[in-house]
T-cell receptor, first 112, second 115 residues
Framework: ETGVTQSPTHLIKTRGQQVTLRCSSQ?????VSWYQQALGQGPQFIFQ???????GRGNFPPRFSGLQFPNYSSELNVNALELDDSALYLC???????????FGEGSWLTVV | AQSVTQLDSQVPVFEEAPVELRCNYS??????LFWYVQYPNQGLQLLLK??????LVESINGFEAEFNKSQTSFHLRKPSVHISDTAEYFC?????????????FGSGTQLTVLP
């Protein structure tokens, strides 16, 4: 049990639509990051939030955006969905100064 | 920049046999190293980690990994595998200064334990 919960677990969207994925972390985990895991590949870092500000970003376009809230929850938003956005999206969190990152179960997104 | 190479995409092995999953990394700075396991249709679970100190680290379920700085490797081993060890295993690296930064993952190794 990592204490990181994500919703929804599965969803299907149409190309061009927008999607919001949600994550709830443990109390005290004020650093949250999101990863995209395409089928058969390792997770790829999307971005990281610390104290509600983005402080790191991977090689993803601006249509991938996020929010972090004071209650240790966060969101990943993806606009103008493309077929290649179909993947497992993983939320991960850690404490300030922590050196271990804990992952949620993920949200499976299928774009048709 | 960091990168991780997992040399074997699939490793089939018979139950109770030993196994080694290989991982090599490249980085110009000191690193933290991790192994995560992913069971079918689940998220990632931390298996073990190297931060500093002893180069041999162990997990509670019999896996161990050894950090080899000269060979830039962090291979995962288990002397006797069980059917329940069947899963995808990911090696990951983060910058090793202060708190862990974002993880860079390898492409994964599917371990299949055969009866």
């Amino acid at each position: 049990e990592t204490g990181v919960t994500q919703s929804p677990t599965h969803l299907i969207k149409t190309r061009g639509q927008q999607v919001t994925l949600r994550c709830s972390s443990q109390s005290g985990h004020n650093t949250v990051s999101w990863y995209q895991q395409a089928l058969g590949q390792g997770p790829q870092f999307i971005f990281q939030y610390y104290r509600e500000e983005e402080n790191g970003r991977g090689n993803f376009p601006p249509r991938f955006s996020g929010l972090q809230f004071p209650n240790y929850s966060s969101e990943l938003n993806v606009n103008a969905l493309e077929l290649d956005d179909s993947a497992l999206y993983l939320c991960a969190s850690r404490t300030e100064g922590g050196n271990t990152i804990y992952f949620g179960e993920g949200s499976w997104l299928t774009v048709v | 920049a960091q990168s991780v190479t997992q040399l074997d995409s699939q490793v089939p092995v018979f139950e109770e046999a030993p196994v080694e999953l290989r991982c090599n990394y490249s980085s110009s700075v000191s690193v933290y190293l991790f192994w995560y396991v992913q069971y079918p249709n689940q998220g990632l679970q931390l298996l073990l980690k190297y931060l500093s100190g002893s180069t041999l680290v162990e997990s509670i379920n019999g896996f161990e990994a050894e950090f080899n700085k000269s060979q830039t490797s962090f291979h995962l081993r288990k002397p006797s595998v069980h059917i329940s060890d069947t899963a995808e295993y990911f090696c990951a690296v983060s910058r090793g200064s202060g708190s862990a930064r974002q993880l860079t993952f390898g492409s994964g190794t599917q371990l299949t334990v055969l009866p």
